[in-house]
Each structure stands twice: as C-alpha cells, then as structure tokens.
C-alpha cells in the first residue's frame, strides 16, 4: 500500500511541477515577447507578407539566425535561473510517507521549463517561420 500512495505521490509532485513550470514560462515569455525582444517585423507583418529580395537573402537569413540564436540564450539564461525560484516553492504533500519532493528528477531539471518557454515565445517561433521561408 506504501508503494502505491508513493508512486502517486510521486505522480501528483511531476503534474504539480508541471503546471508550475508551465505558468512560470508562459509568464516570462509574455515578457520576453512584449519588453525584452521587441521586433516591430514580427507584430506589424505577417509571415505571409515578408518578402525579401534575393541580394540581401543571405545577409537576412544569417541576421535571422543570430537572432535566433539571442533569443534561446535568453530563454536559457531565463529557464536556468527559473529554475532556482520555482524550487523555492514548497510541495505540499511533502515528507507523506517518507516521500521527498526534490528527490524527483522532473522536479529539479528544467526542461520542462525551457520547452514551455520555446513553445510559448511567439518571437521565436516568428524567426523560425521567416527562417524557413527564406531557405
């Protein structure tokens, strides 16, 4: 029975850190988007609408790759020290049973956090977009 209520414990600690991770990314790709990484290309024009002539193709798709590039490193930097604040908060079904909530490697990793940070970060996915269209 201890087994079981553990392994459970251990389900709700992954979801509940889940949501954590989720909410703290959405919040801080909200402020990526709008303060840290303003683009005016990426909010007045459509992916459809872009069109770059084919002289500065090359000198556009290396400034979209360095941008690209900047913007995972701030996700990165983010994401890392993310981390740090989001295992401050405490689980509250912690100690039941003996069961330790920073034992659980979904917990302490911070891919979750960087994977919700890439997905939401519209700027991102914007670059991205005009990457491929331009290639």
């Known amino acids: 029975m201890k087994s079981y209520i553990l392994s459970l414990l ?3 600690a992954i979801l509940y850190s889940t949501i ?4 703290f990314g959405l919040g801080i790709t909200q402020i ?7 683009d005016a290309d990426d909010i007045n024009l459509s992916i459809d609408k872009l069109n770059y002539s084919k ?5 556009n798709n290396f400034k979209l790759l360095f941008e690209i590039v900047i913007i995972i490193s701030i996700i990165s930097i983010v994401s890392f020290a993310g981390c740090s604040i989001i295992k401050l908060i405490p689980f ?7 069961f ?3 034992e659980v490697n979904e917990v302490t990793s911070g891919v979750i956090l960087s994977i919700s940070m ?6 991102l996915s914007n670059k991205i977009k005009r990457f ?3 290639t």
């Open 132 to 134: 491929k269209k331009n």
């Open 92 to 98: 509250p079904l912690n100690n039941i049973y003996g």
């Open 32 to 38: 990526i988007d709008k303060y840290i990484y303003y």
């Open 20 to 23: 954590l991770y989720s909410i």
């Open 10 to 12: 251990k389900y709700i």
């Open 100 to 102: 330790n909530y920073y």
């Open 55 to 59: 002289k500065n193709n090359n000198y």
């Open 118 to 123: 890439m997905t939401y970060c519209n700027t």
